[in-house]
């Protein structure tokens, strides 16, 4: 016991020593912070961030305009908007400008071309609590920056991105433990018993490995229907091949070794066996490949949104953003991709350089 918990403070005393590592670490720990409270920050609050204003839609980065905010009669409750958004968020209507007549407030519609000559509409004052112009003027007409822009639909390009944060970190956490389950289950069963236990598991193992992961998880997604919980599953049914495959070599490795032996003498069941001995003690090669099938979970679900069979619209996610606006790199209007393409890149690199950091840390040989 105090073997193990030597190992472990030095591991973790040469983690911290990792640059990389700890940085990533940091970098991740804030993107999912930012991404579990989004919705008390973000600038669009209402669900999935899909508050549409097509007169402004493909602005650039810092794009401002006059706006006029008009409640909403029956506001969300608080406790659930910070979680899932305002299910009946404030009307937003950009503007180029207004006036106050008759107990109601004219304005005409922001418009790319500067064009002066639109109708105007009109928004009567008792949509407001007050009916004063000066409070109306102090509280629900300002100026409103769109710090990333703005995508095709004219939603607020920052807070979809933000929102994004969501979808790929809970898929990588649902696949990789779907995967580890499965994995470090028919890894221990096979390796420890052999025979033909091992043999049937290894079979199932080639196969599924030898079938293509995206061709996997679409046929997969195919079967459970499209949506959001659904590539959570098929995306986790598709990586617990590597893990039982190590955990198996590991089990193979160690099950002769004299504590194991000693176990058995005692009378210990298979089942202890497995999980409070043999276990315990092969778990580090199985953080690093958590850590990799982190990254390749987002890629995957990036992957299948691009294709149209992942995170369905509303729903903000990186791939979907992208598969929006790709062709728009060659439009002059780039960074609509660019953007959630940073995204995924800096996520995915962020937990492969944990995953090295670990590895190192860990002293865990590749193969």
């Avoid at 058995?264 to 953080?287: M, S």
């Avoid at 509303?314 to 062709?327: L, N, Q, R, V």
Wanted: aromatic share 12%; net charge positive; charged share 15%.
């Amino acid at each position: 016991m105090n073997n193990n918990t030597t190992s472990k403070n030095q591991a973790l005393q040469k983690f911290k020593t990792n640059f990389w590592g700890v940085s990533c670490l940091v970098f991740i720990a804030l993107v999912a912070i930012a991404g579990i409270s989004a919705y008390t920050w973000i600038p669009d609050a209402s669900q999935n961030a899909n508050q549409m204003a097509l007169n402004i839609q493909l602005q650039s980065p810092g794009f401002q305009s006059q706006v006029i905010e008009v409640p909403n009669p029956n506001p969300s409750k608080k406790w659930s908007s910070y979680i899932s958004g305002q299910e009946n968020p404030n009307e937003i209507y950009p503007i180029s400008s207004y006036r106050f007549a008759n107990d109601s407030l004219y304005y005409i519609p922001y418009n790319q071309e500067g064009k002066t000559d639109l109708l105007e509409k009109v928004i009567p004052t008792n949509k407001f609590p007050t009916h004063q112009k000066k409070e109306i003027e102090k509280n629900y007409i300002y100026i409103k920056t769109y710090y990333l822009g703005t995508d095709r639909y004219g939603r607020d390009l920052l807070s979809r991105l933000i929102l994004g944060i969501r979808i790929s970190l809970s898929i990588g956490f649902i696949a990789v433990f779907i995967s580890l389950v499965i994995g470090i289950t028919l890894g221990a069963i096979g390796g420890y018993f052999g025979g033909k236990i091992d043999a049937l598991i290894m079979w199932l193992i080639n196969v599924t490995w030898s079938i293509p992961t995206l061709l996997l998880v679409i046929a997969i997604t195919l079967a459970l229907g499209k949506g959001f919980y659904q590539v959570f599953i098929a995306v986790g049914l598709t990586m617990w091949v590597e893990v039982a495959r190590i955990v198996r070599g590991q089990v193979i490795s160690v099950k002769e070794m004299q504590y194991v032996t000693a176990a058995r003498a005692l009378g210990f069941k298979d089942g202890r066996i497995i999980f409070k001995h043999i276990l315990p003690n092969i778990l580090a090669p199985v953080i690093v490949i958590s850590a990799a099938n982190f990254a390749a979970a987002i890629l995957v679900e990036s992957g299948l949104s691009f294709l149209g069979i992942g995170a369905q619209p509303p729903t903000p996610s990186w791939g979907t953003m992208i598969k929006d606006h790709y062709a728009y790199i060659s439009l002059g209007k780039p960074f609509l991709a660019i953007i959630p393409g940073l995204a995924i890149m800096l996520s995915v690199m962020a937990f492969m350089l944990i995953g090295n950091a670990l590895r190192d840390a860990l002293d865990v040989k590749s193969e």
